[in-house]
């Protein structure tokens, strides 16, 4: 419970303009915005080390970026960081640099394994996206079909003058296209001030040592942040999401998650735990900067097998893992011969399905897909990423982006608890991999 209250005002940092919940457009529904690519079928590619010249990159431009990842390091903002760019279809920069626990000393590895938090979506919505190409569910299906507890949900509204919650009913089942765009009214850990979200928390509906019925349960009894398809909020949606995989399955959804997408994509160190003999690989979580620099005891034990794992936030990856995943997405739903997607079904979860006014206070220029932050326009995002990236991060401080316009993508692993620190470094990594792109 502490380490999701600590979770909770990390985020409410990044978060708290969209909790505002600026209203969308007119009406109950959100209709798709008219940014569309056609997703690439490229073909296997084999993800072999390559010089950045065979792809149109600039080795010597491409210091730059190595350079600012160990100076960070050497000034004591975070303890370690591990980088992976790949265009191509090939590996063009793959680094690590650093330590992956301050207090032992030891060195950070190209294969260390990190929390990856919030990059767990993505992974989540893939697995939405296969259990939909074989026809479990559509866009458009209210979720009460699937989740009968959701069929009489209320919205909160305000406080009555005894204190207590301001209801009414929900107008309509919030459907599964905004399940995945954060669009259906549900709320989250991110604010501890607000009701909804402070409901949730004091709930512990997130809780990994009981199984996913139980969160479905308790937010049964949890109302709405707003009438489904009216606001955008990020949102417990995507845990939501592994439920609904489970049901739609018939397999637990850590299992769905091995043997349909982790192992078919060779994506050996991704699990919701990290098992015990890989523990002298993981990456600690760090807070604080300079001579503050240090562990942050306050988190959960890596090896702990979740009974309900969190699709929202659950997972613990490596770069070159996740490097798989990003390859997979980019080739248009298939890695080295082995497709999990259809390349139309790709195309659909990079689309913006929402009316993005809410997100310009957050993110401007951007739009959400199904589970992926979308860039609409770049210039407004003021970012060197062209219109079509898609992307996300994580809490502590993971990030990734996936450019099919330039056939490029990039995997950072850090971790570290201040996202005014990572969030820099996001935004460094981006203007330091396009200033060496040379075509």
Same mark, same amino acid.
């Given at each position: 419970?502490?380490?999701?209250?600590?979770?909770?005002?990390?985020?409410?940092?990044?978060?708290?303009?969209?909790?505002?919940?600026?209203?969308?457009?007119?009406?109950?529904?959100?209709a798709?915005?008219?940014?569309?690519?056609?997703?690439?079928?490229?073909?296997?590619?084999?993800?072999?080390?390559?010089?950045?010249?065979?792809?149109?990159?600039?080795?010597?431009?491409?210091?730059?970026?190595?350079?600012?990842?160990?100076?960070?390091?050497?000034?004591?903002?975070?303890?370690?960081?591990?980088?992976?760019?790949?265009?191509?279809?090939?590996?063009?920069?793959f680094?690590?640099?650093g330590?992956?626990?301050?207090?032992?000393?030891?060195?950070?590895?190209?294969?260390?394994?990190?929390?990856?938090?919030?990059?767990?979506?993505?992974?989540?919505?893939?697995?939405?996206m296969?259990?939909?190409?074989?026809?479990?569910?559509?866009?458009?299906?209210?979720?009460?079909?699937?989740?009968?507890?959701?069929?009489?949900?209320?919205?909160?509204?305000?406080?009555?003058?005894d204190?207590?919650?301001?209801l009414?009913?929900?107008?309509?089942?919030?459907?599964?296209?905004?399940?995945?765009?954060?669009?259906?009214?549900? %709320?989250? $850990? /991110? &604010? @501890?001030?607000? #009701?909804v979200?402070? +409901? *949730?928390?004091? %709930?512990? $509906? /997130? &809780? @990994?040592r009981? #199984?996913?019925?139980n +969160? *479905?349960?308790?937010?049964?009894?949890?109302?709405?942040?707003?009438?489904?398809?009216?606001?955008?909020?990020?949102?417990?949606?995507?845990d939501?999401?592994?439920?609904?995989?489970?049901?739609?399955?018939?397999?637990?959804f850590?299992?769905?998650?091995?043997?349909?997408i982790?192992?078919?994509?060779?994506?050996?160190?991704?699990?919701f735990?990290?098992p015990?003999?890989?523990?002298?690989?993981?990456?600690?979580?760090?807070t604080?900067?300079?001579?503050?620099?240090?562990?942050d005891?306050?988190?959960?034990d890596?090896?702990?097998?979740?009974?309900?794992p969190?699709?929202?936030?659950?997972?613990?990856?490596?770069?070159?893992?996740?490097?798989?995943?990003?390859?997979?997405l980019?080739?248009?739903?298939?890695?080295?011969?082995?497709?999990?997607?259809?390349?139309?079904?790709?195309?659909?979860?990079?689309?913006?399905?929402v009316?993005?006014?809410p997100?310009?206070?957050?993110?401007?220029?951007?739009?959400?897909?199904?589970?992926?932050?979308v860039v609409?326009?770049?210039?407004?995002?003021g970012?060197?990423?062209?219109?079509g990236?898609?992307?996300?991060?994580?809490?502590?401080?993971?990030?990734?982006w996936?450019?099919?316009?330039?056939?490029?993508?990039?995997?950072?692993?850090?971790?570290?608890?201040?996202l005014?620190?990572?969030?820099?470094?996001?935004?460094?990594?981006?203007?330091?991999?396009?200033?060496?792109?040379?075509?």
């Amino acid at each position: 419970m502490r380490h999701l209250k600590m979770f909770a005002l990390g985020l409410f940092a990044l978060f708290a303009a969209p909790l505002a919940l600026t209203p969308l457009a007119q009406g109950p529904h959100i209709a798709p915005a008219p940014v569309r690519m056609k997703a690439p079928d490229r073909g296997g590619r084999d993800l072999a080390a390559a010089s950045p010249e065979s792809v149109g990159i600039s080795s010597e431009r491409l210091r730059r970026l190595d350079g600012a990842m160990k100076k960070l390091v050497d000034d004591k903002q975070v303890a370690g960081l591990v980088t992976l760019l790949e265009r191509h279809g090939k590996i063009v920069d793959f680094n690590a640099v650093g330590q992956r626990d301050v207090k032992s000393g030891e060195a950070l590895l190209k294969d260390s394994i990190f929390r990856i938090y919030s990059m767990s979506k993505p992974i989540t919505g893939v697995a939405m996206m296969m259990l939909y190409e074989e026809g479990k569910w559509r866009l458009d299906d209210p979720v009460a079909r699937y989740i009968p507890e959701f069929a009489k949900l209320k919205v909160y509204t305000g406080k009555n003058e005894d204190g207590s919650p301001k209801l009414e009913d929900a107008r309509r089942s919030m459907t599964m296209r905004e399940l995945m765009t954060h669009t259906g009214g549900l %709320g989250y $850990v /991110l &604010n @501890a001030n607000n #009701p909804v979200d402070k +409901m *949730i928390i004091d %709930g512990n $509906v /997130l &809780n @990994a040592r009981a #199984p996913l019925q139980n +969160m *479905i349960e308790g937010l049964s009894k949890i109302p709405l942040l707003a009438q489904p398809g009216t606001r955008w909020s990020y949102s417990i949606a995507v845990d939501v999401q592994g439920y609904l995989i489970e049901k739609f399955s018939g397999q637990t959804f850590a299992d769905f998650a091995r043997t349909r997408i982790f192992e078919p994509l060779g994506m050996k160190d991704t699990a919701f735990y990290v098992p015990k003999d890989k523990l002298a690989r993981f990456s600690e979580v760090h807070t604080g900067a300079g001579a503050t620099l240090a562990v942050d005891a306050n988190r959960p034990d890596p090896a702990f097998v979740p009974l309900g794992p969190s699709g929202g936030g659950g997972l613990y990856s490596t770069a070159s893992d996740y490097a798989r995943f990003c390859e997979m997405l980019l080739e248009g739903g298939q890695l080295n011969g082995v497709r999990l997607l259809a390349p139309r079904t790709v195309e659909m979860m990079r689309t913006n399905h929402v009316n993005p006014d809410p997100l310009k206070t957050m993110a401007p220029g951007t739009g959400w897909g199904l589970d992926f932050q979308v860039v609409m326009d770049a210039a407004a995002a003021g970012d060197s990423v062209p219109n079509g990236t898609f992307t996300w991060f994580g809490i502590a401080g993971t990030w990734f982006w996936i450019d099919p316009v330039g056939d490029l993508a990039f995997v950072g692993m850090v971790g570290h608890q201040s996202l005014q620190t990572t969030r820099a470094i996001h935004g460094l990594s981006r203007s330091l991999v396009y200033q060496a792109v040379m075509d």
